[in-house]
């Protein structure tokens, strides 16, 4: 089947405000510009998530394929969104099957910008298994070097999260957006439209925010069996990670991160650790 027909709505991603600072002195700053988009699947209402809106096509695909609402990108025909009313509406091929059902049972998260998956999602860690990958701690100062120097709606206007993928050192997608699971989704739904197929079990995912269950969990239903963090992990994000063999890193930055599960899938290389800022793979 042919892959979905995709709008290409754009939002500006940040606007000009006035401020006064603590000395009485007038200027401008920019800020996010956050906005809701309210997602419709076969004109049932299924949620409203706050974004950025730089790519909210790949972020509502995104968003269906890691909820496990839509097993395949050939089940969906269509993803319109009109920001004039602040909707995507999804038209699927033939429908999901009990999608009241499936919906109905919410978990509340400590993400900001989307604040609850399905319940169900919970039920089928014992499901995923990741293939077998690792990296070098040469391609993860690489990995790290790259982030930083990506230019940023963060630099210019804070208050977001950012996510990228890797194939080792070399960043192949970078997003923006008010939440964490946000930016994790778009990355999914962009990687969904690869054609042919792209695999997952290279691939290296980086995140700003920490490592809580929920994240640990969207990046192994994307097959991704590796997990940077610039933040810390929490204690159900590491219980999960242990028990899908997928390695965490967190508290990635410069020359320094912590790797708290799967060591193996990391290839030390400690004297790296004392030289230079740039290291190359």
Request: glycine share 8%; with cysteine; proline share 4%.
């Amino acid at each position: 089947m042919p892959l979905p027909f995709l709008t290409e709505a754009r939002a500006p991603l940040t606007r000009e405000i006035e401020t006064v600072n603590e000395h009485g002195e007038r200027g401008t700053i920019s800020i996010p510009a956050e906005r809701p988009l309210t997602v419709y699947v076969d004109k049932h209402e299924l949620v409203t998530l706050m974004t950025l809106g730089a790519r909210p096509e790949w972020l509502v695909l995104g968003y269906l394929r890691n909820q496990r609402l839509v097993r395949s990108v050939d089940e969906v025909e269509s993803v319109t969104v009109d920001w004039e009313t602040g909707a995507a509406a999804v038209k699927t091929r033939s429908g999901i099957e009990d999608l009241e059902g499936r919906t109905a049972r919410r978990v509340v998260t400590t993400g900001c910008g989307q604040g609850s998956v399905f319940g169900g999602l919970m039920d089928e860690i014992e499901s995923i298994e990741l293939p077998p990958a690792s990296i070098t701690q040469a391609q993860l100062y690489g990995l790290l070097n790259a982030i930083r120097l990506q230019e940023s709606t963060y630099k210019s206007a804070g208050s977001v999260h950012g996510c990228a993928l890797f194939h080792g050192d070399e960043m192949l997608l970078f997003v923006e957006d008010v939440g964490r699971h946000n930016a994790i989704d778009t990355i999914a739904g962009w990687m969904w439209l690869q054609d042919p197929v792209m695999r997952s079990d290279d691939k290296v995912f980086y995140t700003t925010g920490r490592l809580t269950s929920e994240m640990i969990i969207k990046s192994a239903q994307m097959g991704v069996p590796i997990v940077v963090s610039r933040s810390g992990i929490t204690q159900m994000g590491l219980e999960i990670a242990q028990r899908l063999h997928l390695c965490a890193i967190g508290r990635a930055a410069n020359k320094r991160f912590l790797c708290c599960s799967a060591h193996e899938r990391l290839l030390m290389q400690p004297e790296l650790a004392a030289i230079g800022p740039r290291v190359a793979a």
